[in-house]
T-cell receptor, first 114, second 114 residues
């Protein structure tokens, strides 16, 4: 079945450094790739998304890159701050199909060291 | 505007009982989706509703059902509860238009089955 693999499961970086989280997907029909941030005790928050007709998208300190040929996409956070500490999830789905299901990665716990 | 609200926030049930969870989406959002989050299985898609119609369903048994009302509020029901149904149940409301997709999650309902 469809699968999304996410690495690493935990990541600790020094404040001010960059963090990179990587995901691979198996369903070649997937064309929508959102990223979510979940803080303790809260629901996930959609922080950025990318569609397969675009290779890269940026929003201030966060960016997502997509390599459709290799079926992998990555989240990049630059100039990390303490408030970036959270669990991050990637996901993939076929946007155009009403019958498609969104598949989530297993999550990355990001810790920012002061 | 008000965020996504879920009630109740916490619930304890015993095996064999049934439970109904409620979700009120952001005003103007017509799409509501439900997810189950557990430490073992991670985030999994349950179902998605749009304008009172179920548009999509995840790989869950028929004990899991849902519905959406004309005011876009949604409920999900789990019958004949099992210990493995203990989880955080999240709902999200979303809206797509002008090339942008916005999605907001509620805080979740923590269900414990004993």
């Amino acid at each position: 079945g469809e699968n999304v693999e996410q690495h690493p499961s935990t990541l600790s970086v020094q404040e001010g450094d960059s963090a990179v989280i990587k995901c691979t997907y198996s369903d070649s029909a997937s064309n929508y790739f959102p990223w979510y941030k979940q803080e303790l005790g809260k629901g996930p928050q959609l922080i950025i998304d990318i569609r397969s007709n675009v290779g890269e998208k940026k929003d201030q300190r966060i960016a997502v890159t997509l390599n459709k040929t290799a079926k992998h996409f990555s989240l990049h956070i630059t100039e990390t701050q303490p408030e970036d500490s959270a669990v991050y999830f990637c996901a993939a789905r076929e946007w155009s199909s009403s019958a498609s299901k969104i598949i989530f990665g297993s999550g990355t716990r990001l810790s920012i060291r002061p | 505007k008000a965020g996504v609200t879920q009630t109740p926030r916490y619930l304890i049930k015993t095996r064999g009982q049934q439970v109904t969870l409620s979700c009120s989406p952001i005003s103007g959002h017509r799409s509501v989706s439900w997810y189950q989050q557990t430490p073992g299985q991670g985030l999994q898609f349950l179902f998605e509703y749009f304008s009172e119609t179920q548009r999509n369903k995840g790989n869950f048994p028929g004990r899991f059902s849902g519905r959406q009302f004309s005011n876009s509020r949604s409920e999900m029901n789990v019958s004949t509860l099992e210990l493995g149904d203990s989880a955080l149940y999240l709902c999200a409301s979303s809206s797509t238009g002008q090339g942008k997709h916005e999605q907001y999650f509620g805080p979740g309902t923590r269900l414990t089955v004993t």
